[in-house]
């Protein structure tokens, strides 16, 4: 893959999904799945063994998480806000102690607060408070000429937040955590990125200036705009929320009336971070439901999805599901088993009332950070994907990026990973943003550590209350 297409595609995504979607209401097969456990020694082990992507992969000099592994790679920034979340859940459950994880999130953060910024095209890791999307690993400057990127910058700060509430005790190492965190997320010019405000713009390049996009539909960006309204030095005004939510779209697909978004990552990133259950803007109060819910939509519309199969692909059922997105086997257009078949390497994958992008690869992210939203579905689909595909999409740091079932084929020459001639196409990579959603939303359903920790933190309540949230476990806490 080269730099150009993960740039246009890899967490820039949105760049080409503007609009919004629509998802479900209850089961709509009419059987109610059969309950499972928060105790199911099955989600130790793939919490265990994904925290180690996080907790070994990282550059132990700086604390910069790399984007992939075992390909040779950049960092990714948002990957690094993934795994500064992880570290807390690591020390919950007993895979490292306070200290090491509090030395850890010390070294990445003092690493990202002394980073050079400025206007310079090179040798420079960030501008304005923000920070380009992927970093050299060894120096953390610019990697080629990605873009600043305010999406991702959230998804860092956001990680940093979660560190700065669960690091709460008196002694130096824990209160520099906290001064570190706020010094960085203070240091974000917010109004700066709104080139056409109040709406907020997907990035920004030293050489040609901020990007024609803003954020806009519903999507990842409900994290970013919280952040900038919640900060405490360059908020953006309470009108960039309204503006940002009259660019919505309400539709139904697979039976589910919902905001659409065809990938599931965009309906998983911001509720990592944010507890959104039982609160509401006025867009929600005026649909009755909150965000929550509609990401539980979305989750029961692709599971209908692959059941429904429109495409024929191999494999797919009410337990093997998921579309977000991820890489992919290769791109090329051939005829295979009587039929043209497009495969894809990365691309962002979904199926929605705005598009459908499905190539037979599915990605257990999709049901790994969907988790909290449909348990009853979601973590059978994990279960049948492991006791399906066994070590070769289950490893070392737990589920691979992606499989395809579909692609059998051993001569074609892939762009990533490898084929099983009686199995598929498994991916030889995990994605640090796959990753990331997998251990988190798995926490969260089971001890809601992550909601737990940010629903204190001064900054999302701001944030949320500046936006007109109300209700739920925000009651009472906006003057």
């Known amino acids: 893959m080269t730099i150009t297409s993960m740039h246009r595609l890899h967490r820039g995504l949105a760049l080409a999904l503007l609009i919004a979607l629509p998802a479900c209401t209850r089961p709509p097969t009419g059987i109610t799945p059969p309950p499972v456990s928060r105790d199911d020694p099955f989600l130790d082990t793939v919490q265990t063994r994904t925290f180690g992507f996080f907790w070994q992969l990282a550059n132990p000099q700086n604390g910069l998480v790399p984007d992939r592994s075992p390909t040779p790679s950049f960092s990714s920034v948002a990957a690094i806000g993934f795994g500064l979340a992880g570290y807390p859940v690591g020390v919950e459950r007993g895979w490292v102690t306070r200290t090491q994880a509090r030395d850890r999130v010390l070294t990445t953060l003092r690493f990202l607060w002394n980073a050079p910024q400025g206007p310079a095209t090179s040798g420079i890791a960030g501008h304005m408070g923000f920070f380009y999307h992927f970093l050299d690993m060894q120096t953390g400057h610019r990697f080629q000429q990605v873009e600043l990127s305010t999406i991702d910058t959230a998804l860092l700060i956001a990680g940093a937040l979660v560190c700065r509430e669960y690091f709460d005790g008196n002694d130096a190492g824990e209160i520099e955590v906290r001064a570190l965190v706020d010094s960085l997320y203070r240091r974000i010019d917010w109004p700066w990125a709104s080139p056409r405000a109040p709406l907020v713009s997907m990035g920004w390049h030293p050489e040609t200036g901020f990007h024609q996009l803003d954020w806009k539909g519903y999507n990842e960006a409900m994290l970013l705009y919280i952040l900038a309204l919640g900060s405490p030095t360059h908020p953006v005004p309470p009108a960039a929320w309204p503006a940002w939510t009259a660019t919505y779209a309400w539709t139904t697909f697979q039976g589910q009336p919902h905001l659409g978004f065809p990938p599931l990552f965009g309906h998983q990133y911001s509720h990592v971070f944010i507890d959104f259950r039982g609160i509401q803007d006025a867009y929600?109060?005026?649909r009755g439901i909150d965000y929550f819910e509609n990401s539980r939509r979305a989750t029961y519309s692709q599971r209908s999805y692959a059941i429904a199969n429109p495409g024929q692909w191999r494999m797919y059922s009410d337990s093997l599901w998921g579309l977000t997105a991820s890489d992919g086997p290769i791109d090329t257009t051939i005829v295979y088993e009587g039929r043209s078949r497009q495969f894809r390497t990365y691309a962002a994958r979904g199926a929605g009332t705005e598009y459908i992008l499905d190539d037979g690869t599915l990605v257990p992210t999709a049901a790994g950070g969907s988790?909290?939203?449909?348990?009853?579905?979601?973590?059978p689909a994990l279960k049948a994907m492991r006791r399906t595909f066994g070590d070769a999409l289950f490893s070392t740091y737990g589920f691979l990026d992606a499989f395809n079932p579909t692609l059998r084929l051993t001569t074609l020459p892939l762009r990533h990973g490898r084929v099983d001639p009686a199995l598929g196409w498994f991916d030889g990579d995990y994605l640090g943003?796959?990753?990331?959603?997998?251990?988190l939303m798995i926490e969260?359903?089971?001890?809601?550590?992550?909601?737990?920790?940010m629903r204190r933190s001064p900054y999302i309540k701001a944030g949320l209350c500046r936006a007109g949230f109300s209700g739920g476990w925000l009651a009472g806490q906006c003057s």
């Open 433 to 439: 943003i796959d990753q990331g959603p997998i251990l």
């Open 444 to 453: 969260n359903w089971r001890s809601d550590l992550v909601w737990r920790l």
């Open 371 to 379: 988790v909290p939203f449909a348990p009853e579905i979601t973590v």
């Open 284 to 286: 929600m109060r005026g």
